[in-house]
C-alpha cells in the first residue's frame, strides 16, 4: 500500500467554479502535512500547509481529518492560472523526510 | 538568479555510461535531497544530507551514489545508467525551522537508451 494515495484525475472544471479533491495517509504517525503545486515539466512549490483547525490561503482551504488519515484541499473560483497538479506531502515527525502523492491534476478552461 | 540550480537541464545517454548531476543551492540550507519522479509515481527519495559529513540512503538508492562537496553542493551519480533510470530528477533543499519545506531546483531530464 502506498503511504500517499491521491485520485490522478483530472479534474476539469470551468472558470469560476470551485474544486476539491483529497488526499489519503496510511501512516497514522504522520505529523505534518502540505500541498505542493506543481506545474507541467516544473519544480514542486509549496502552496500550504495543513494545520489541524483547517487553513485557508486566500482561495484554497486545506483540511486535515487525522481519524479517517487523509487530507483535502478546496479551490474556489478556479482561474486558468490554477491548472496545475497539485501534491499531497506528509511527514512523520521524527526524520522529516516528505512522502509524496503522485498527484491530482487539475484543469481550468474558460 | 534561482535559489536551487541544478545542471545540466536535460540530458541523453547510453546504457552503461557514468553519468554526474549537479546541484547548487544559494539558500545556506543544510539539508539536501536528490529525487526522481516517473509518470504515475509520487517523488521518491534516492538520496539526503542533513550537513556535508552526513549521507544517507533514500527509499530507491540502488544503482545511484552521491557526494556533498559542500554546503551548497549536492552531487547524484550514476555509475552505470540503466534505461529504467529515465526519469525526470529533482534536487530540493531544507533548513528545518519546525516546519518541513522543501525547496526544489528545476529537474534534470534524463533518457536513457
Known amino acids: 500500500r502506498k503511504e500517499v494515495e491521491q485520485d490522478p484525475g483530472p479534474f476539469n472544471v470551468p472558470e469560476g467554479a470551485t474544486v476539491a479533491f483529497n488526499c489519503t495517509y496510511s501512516?497514522?504517525?504522520?505529523?505534518?502535512f502540505f500541498w505542493y503545486r506543481q506545474d507541467c515539466r516544473k519544480e514542486p512549490k509549496l502552496l500550504m500547509s495543513v494545520y489541524s483547525s483547517g487553513n485557508e490561503d486566500g482561495r484554497f482551504t486545506a483540511q486535515l481529518n487525522r481519524a479517517s488519515q487523509y487530507i483535502s484541499l478546496l479551490i474556489r473560483d478556479s482561474k486558468l492560472s490554477d491548472s496545475a497538479t497539485y501534491l499531497c506531502v506528509v511527514t512523520l515527525l521524527d526524520d522529516y523526510k516528505l512522502s509524496f502523492g503522485a498527484g491530482t491534476t487539475v484543469t481550468v478552461r474558460a | 538568479d534561482a535559489d536551487v540550480t541544478q545542471t545540466p537541464r536535460n540530458r541523453i545517454t547510453k546504457t552503461g555510461k557514468r553519468i554526474m548531476l549537479e546541484c547548487s543551492q544559494t539558500?545556506?540550507?543544510?539539508?539536501m535531497y536528490w529525487y526522481r519522479q516517473d509518470p504515475g509515481l509520487g517523488l521518491r527519495l534516492i538520496y539526503y544530507?542533513?550537513?556535508?559529513?552526513?549521507?544517507n540512503k533514500g527509499e530507491i538508492s540502488d544503482g545511484y551514489s552521491v557526494s556533498r562537496q559542500a554546503q551548497a553542493k549536492f552531487s547524484l551519480s550514476l555509475e552505470s545508467a540503466i534505461p529504467n533510470q529515465t526519469a525526470l530528477y529533482f534536487c530540493?533543499?531544507?533548513?528545518?525551522?519546525?516546519?518541513?519545506?522543501?525547496?526544489f531546483g528545476p529537474g534534470t531530464r534524463l533518457l536513457v537508451l
Open positions: 501512516n497514522s504517525a504522520s505529523q505534518s
Open positions: 530540493a533543499t531544507s533548513d528545518f525551522t519546525g516546519e518541513e519545506t522543501q525547496y
Open positions: 544530507s542533513f550537513d556535508v559529513k552526513d549521507i
Open positions: 539558500k545556506g540550507h543544510d539539508r
